[in-house]
């Protein structure tokens, strides 16, 4: 996209308060705010938040002009900073020649004849869960989306500890919880100096970050004194430690180590949990869905056997259905970048100095109706290959795009089949009454107030 002489029409701008701009209408519900902005203005619109200059894109052409075609003009945003206080400059945070040379010693380990190593520990975690649920007392509803999280975690922490450092991570549960809080809330704090006061939910939240980065460090150190050599272990930590940059022969520090252990802890399964969880809600509220899910999964695996690798290539409804949970409820709703210099989209010119940051939503091209049929209707026959072909790629970016393309996009998709292929396999789920869960936008898009299903086995497996 070349600037011409004649190519300055301005981008249109939504009026806010003075000073403040639309800081509190974002701040109060980001998605009415949001769609409101594209139900308005087609391709570009920009609005004033407590004096930053932001620019919402609305297609998927810009989309990927931003993440892939002049990728190198964009940073990540401000906002980032918040992920940064825990996750530290691990691949989702860090930029630059230090992101290039960590990406190159991250990939192996995602590669998916690395990560089929993984797929007996996450059919043993997600049988743990289900030999629990045929314990329970039937008549109570499970909150599902806490169910979830514990499952997601339990799986991420054999992902990359495998099982001899299980005791060790024993009770963080509640760590995690108060750092995701604490996270959610930052996003929206616009005085960032008060990070740094020692008011109550700021201790809180380093006591829970020092609890979880001394077990990390714990672990790393055990591995690195242990007789048996890091390449033994088929886990991502093990995969991680192995790995050496073919141009300076060097290896991750402690530090990389544990900020890309972090990252991959932390964001490997809210975002996967969030993502069970709304697709188990669609799932109850669509039966007949679910049972179309059912049949595939029958005729593939039986009544009794786990999928592997091979088999889950043939549960292709199964992975629609995932596809369009995605759609409608992305874990990773929104994402920012900020302008090195100024760009051109079409006739408009995104100045710097002058824009504060441009903001993609994945939410919004989700259920744009210029490339989705039924845009707020739960089909997963929008992912049927015929209608795939029809759509801009850029059009659906559940793990974003371009170079930073999520790098666990293949370990979270092998995840969430084998964990939805299991579970309706041996449970029918029921909504607790005909309430509308509402999603929340946060760091990720988690149901409000949690989610309760009725959980009931279909039958006993011998």
């Not at 769609?35 to 203005?41: C, E, V, W």
Request: proline letters at 7%; charged letters at 25%.
């Amino acid at each position: 996209m070349v600037p011409t002489a004649n190519a300055s029409k301005p981008i249109p701008k939504r009026k806010g308060l003075p000073w403040v701009g639309s800081t509190f209408d974002f701040a109060r519900d980001p998605l009415a705010f949001l769609t409101g902005l594209q139900q308005r203005y087609d391709r570009l619109v920009q609005f004033d938040a407590v004096g930053r200059l932001i620019t919402l894109t609305l297609t998927p052409e810009d989309a990927k002009h931003i993440l892939q075609e002049n990728n190198r003009n964009y940073v990540k945003s401000d906002a980032y900073e918040v992920l940064k206080m825990f996750l530290g400059n691990g691949l989702l945070n860090s930029e630059g020649d230090f992101w290039r040379r960590q990406r190159r010693l991250a990939q192996p380990a995602f590669h998916k004849q690395r990560l089929a190593l993984l797929v007996e520990g996450m059919n043993r975690e997600t049988g743990e869960l289900m030999a629990r649920w045929k314990n329970r007392t039937l008549e109570k509803p499970l909150l599902i989306s806490e169910e979830m999280m514990q499952l997601a975690l339990a799986i991420v922490t054999h992902s990359l500890f495998s099982s001899d450092v299980k005791n060790h991570l024993d009770n963080v549960s509640e760590s995690i919880t108060i750092i995701i809080e604490t996270a959610y809330k930052e996003l929206f704090n616009f005085f960032p100096i008060t990070r740094k006061w020692p008011t109550p939910r700021a201790i809180r939240y380093r006591r829970a970050v020092a609890k979880i980065e001394g077990i990390i460090y714990e672990i790393i150190h055990r591995r690195q004194t242990a007789a048996l050599p890091a390449q033994s272990h088929d886990d991502l930590l093990g995969m991680l430690m192995e790995a050496q940059d073919d141009e300076t022969g060097e290896r991750m520090t402690n530090q990389q180590l544990r900020d890309e252990i972090t990252t991959i802890f932390m964001a490997g399964h809210e975002t996967t949990a969030n993502a069970l969880s709304w697709a188990l809600y669609l799932l109850a509220k669509h039966p007949e869905v679910a049972a179309k899910v059912r049949d595939e999964i029958n005729r593939v695996l039986g009544a009794t056997r786990f999928p592997t690798v091979e088999t889950l290539r043939e549960l292709p409804y199964t992975t629609q259905v995932i596809q369009e949970t995605m759609r409608l409820y992305p874990p990773a709703w929104i994402f920012g970048r900020q302008p090195l210099q100024s760009d051109q989209f079409g006739a408009y010119r995104l100045t710097v100095p002058g824009a504060n940051g441009v903001l993609i939503c994945p939410y919004l091209l989700h259920r744009d109706p210029r490339y989705w049929e039924k845009p707020d209707t739960f089909d997963p026959d929008h992912f049927r290959p015929e209608a795939v072909k029809l759509r801009p790629t850029y059009a659906y970016l559940p793990f974003g795009g371009g170079p930073r393309l999520c790098i666990g996009n293949h370990f979270a998709m092998m995840e969430m089949q084998i964990v939805l292929s299991l579970l309706v396999r041996e449970f029918d789920f029921q909504p607790v009454d005909t309430r509308e869960i509402r999603p929340e936008p946060g760091i990720t898009l988690r149901p409000k107030g949690g989610l309760r299903l009725r959980v009931l086995p279909r039958r006993t497996t011998g």
